[in-house]
Nanobody, 116 residues
Framework: QLQAFGGGLVQAGDSLTLSCAASGRTFRSYRLAWFRQAPGKEREFVAHIITRTASTDYADSVKGRFTIYRERNTVYLSMNSLKPEDTAVYYC?????????????WGQGTEVTVSS
């Protein structure tokens, strides 16, 4: 029900925007998030947005470079000044309980590779 798109191979310093579309949902009062998993590492939180308030939060490693936003039933992750350490498979996630980070909907992942 969540489909992530937009990954690819870019160079350090480039920008890329990921998108995650939901079928059959309007994200009225949801917490939407992006996570990533680098090779050999555990999945880590990247950013979230509360759709009702538009409040956001980011991992320290991406603050000032990444922006999460939502338009209708799609959540985006705009990534600027990409670094090789941003290389990972990026997953979108959603929960209908905006007060929890227990996500019950996950996208299939889209791979981002940043070359130095």
């Amino acid at each position: 029900q969540l489909q992530a798109f937009g990954g690819g191979l870019v160079q350090a310093g480039d920008s890329l925007t990921l998108s995650c579309a939901a079928s059959g949902r309007t994200f009225r009062s949801y917490r939407l998030a992006w996570f990533r998993q680098a090779p050999g590492k555990e999945r880590e939180f990247v950013a979230h947005i509360i759709t009702r308030t538009a409040s956001t939060d980011y991992a320290d490693s991406v603050k000032g470079r990444f922006t999460i936003y939502r338009e209708r039933n799609t959540v985006y992750l705009s990534m600027n000044s990409l670094k090789p350490e941003d290389t990972a498979v990026y997953y979108c996630a959603a929960t209908s309980n905006e007060y929890t980070s227990n996500y019950n909907y996950w996208g299939q992942g889209t791979e981002v590779t940043v070359s130095s």
